[in-house]
């Protein structure tokens, strides 16, 4: 038989261990393989998919789906004031994480998921430590679901714990590098504005792309986060007030794409990464901005509960991911001497 080469071929794995093989190609939906694979038979059905012969079979409708299955309880959960009260992000990347288990288990029934399938998937995704606990976190969030509406006698993912990894998370800008960010990009552009609403409102990217001049009032500028449905009333710095009115901005929002239209997050985030790239800084991000106006309030003294309203944070743990750092800086300026062998 001739070789043929599987392009648009992929592959993952379901919580029972098993591997699952589709053709997707750009532009179409994934299309499942069922023939062992790199056999003659898979050889033929991989060329039909390419060809088109083959389509992908659809994912239920919500309310379609065979009761009792794990597509059923996600559409129910996708349905239910549990999902529609989490943040607008975080219901994206659930939404995302749920549909590719169904594209692959969802005529599985949900009561026969075990904590030992859950820990096979995290066993999978084990070399990508972000992708395993959201996974877990996600599942753990349906299954909650699930108890409480006593679909399930218990959550099969209780008692998993998370892959640990040692991460900084994004970096955190230092004074130098806004500094050399400001210096590529003076006031008056574009690139200048998105960094002071980033640097000194201290949120989100998604939350800077949806901020307007309709959004302040008595110089208080009214935000409500997108992931957290925080609502916030920030009072607007001079400084940025010096640099809005300097600056080019939309009708309905001040960061406004080339055609004048509003950006995205995903589309403000990359267009923000060429910023910084431009500027020589290609290891920072916009949410390292926000990092860097959490630690440099925190070591201008800010305290917990000014942190928490400034920023949404809603537990005092989010807040001493920062103050830890200055408490520390300080203890140890002020404990280094002790070291010395003279003393008074």
């Known amino acids: 038989m001739v070789r043929v080469e599987f392009r648009y071929l992929i592959a993952d794995i379901d919580v029972n261990g098993n591997v699952r093989r589709y053709v997707r190609k750009p532009g179409c ?27 992908a079979q659809p994912r239920p409708l919500s309310g379609k789906a065979d009761e009792n299955s794990l597509q059923w309880l996600v559409n129910r959960y996708y349905g239910s004031t549990t999902f529609r009260e989490l943040g607008d992000e975080t219901q994206k990347v659930r939404r995302r994480i749920l549909d590719k288990i169904c594209d692959r288990n969802g005529s599985m029934d949900y009561r026969d998921i075990t904590g030992g399938h859950v820990r096979l998937a995290m066993d999978a995704l084990r070399a990508a430590p972000e992708a395993a606990n959201g996974y877990l976190k996600t599942l753990r969030g349906l299954f909650r679901f699930a108890c409480e509406r006593e679909l399930v006698p218990s959550d099969p993912s209780a008692g998993i714990k998370k892959v640990r990894h040692k991460t900084d998370g994004h970096h955190t800008w230092a004074i130098e590098e806004v500094k050399q960010y400001e210096a590529r990009h003076p006031v008056g552009t574009k690139a200048r504005l998105a960094l002071a609403l980033l640097l000194y409102t201290g949120q989100r990217r998604g939350d800077v792309v949806r901020m307007g001049r309709q959004h302040v009032e008595h110089g208080l500028l009214r935000v409500v986060q997108g992931k957290t449905r925080e609502a916030l009333q920030l009072p607007v710095l001079p400084i940025l007030v010096d640099i809005l009115a300097a600056s080019p901005v939309g009708d309905l929002t001040y960061l406004v794409t080339q055609w004048g239209k509003p950006f995205t997050a995903a589309g403000f985030g990359g267009k923000f990464r060429e910023w910084c790239d431009q500027a020589g800084l290609k ?3 916009a949410h390292g901005l926000r990092k860097a106006g959490a ?8 305290t917990d509960r000014e942190l928490m309203a400034m920023f949404g944070w809603r537990t005092a743990a989010q807040v001493t991911v920062y103050t830890r750092k200055t408490e520390n800086k300080r203890l140890a300026a002020s404990g280094m001497p002790l070291l010395t062998m003279e003393r008074k």
């Open 29 to 55: 939906k994934k299309v499942r393989l069922r023939e062992k694979f790199n056999s003659p038979e898979f050889v033929q059905e991989y060329l039909a998919a390419m060809a088109g012969a083959i389509k």
């Open 295 to 302: 630690t440099i309030a925190a070591e201008n003294g800010a």
């Open 283 to 285: 290891h920072c991000t």
